[in-house]
């Protein structure tokens, strides 16, 4: 069974940082593509990262660029998402997601396997 598990949100101010993690599991993380997706209160899930299988090219939305980094630890299943001064608008929950494609599909919100979720609240 795969399984994606986000940890590390939490309550912040505004200007703070923050590093979200998914763990995979039931799957080698080395064959996809990996990404982060978020959907704040009252809006459309959106598109925030991803990153490609070698780790030699990765994707943001415009929002988020300059300020988050997403990584992966093929060894220990792992992605990450490095959050940089944090903004009211970056709160939201986010998902961590995989998919069979490239990362630039990945953009358009494509994916085979979503985690669940985890909070992030940015205080202004």
């Known amino acids: 069974q795969v399984q994606l598990v986000e940890s590390g949100g939490d309550r912040v101010q505004a200007g703070d940082s923050l590093t979200l993690s998914c763990a995979a599991s039931?799957?080698?993380?080395?064959?996809?593509?990996v990404g982060w997706f978020r959907q704040a209160p009252g809006k459309e899930e959106e598109f925030v990262a991803s990153?490609?299988?070698?780790?030699?090219?990765?994707y943001y939305a415009d929002a988020v660029k300059g300020r988050f980094t997403i990584s992966r630890d093929n060894a220990k299943n792992t992605v990450y998402l490095q959050m940089n001064t944090l903004n009211f608008e970056d709160t939201a929950i986010y998902y961590c997601?995989?998919?069979?494609?490239?990362?630039?599909?990945?953009?358009?919100?494509?994916?085979?396997?979503r985690g669940r979720g985890t909070q992030v609240t940015v205080s202004s």
């Open positions: 997601a995989v998919h069979s494609g490239t990362a630039q599909r990945m953009g358009q919100m494509r994916f085979d396997y």
């Open positions: 039931g799957l080698s993380l080395s064959a996809y593509a």
């Open positions: 990153l490609t299988r070698n780790k030699r090219d990765t």
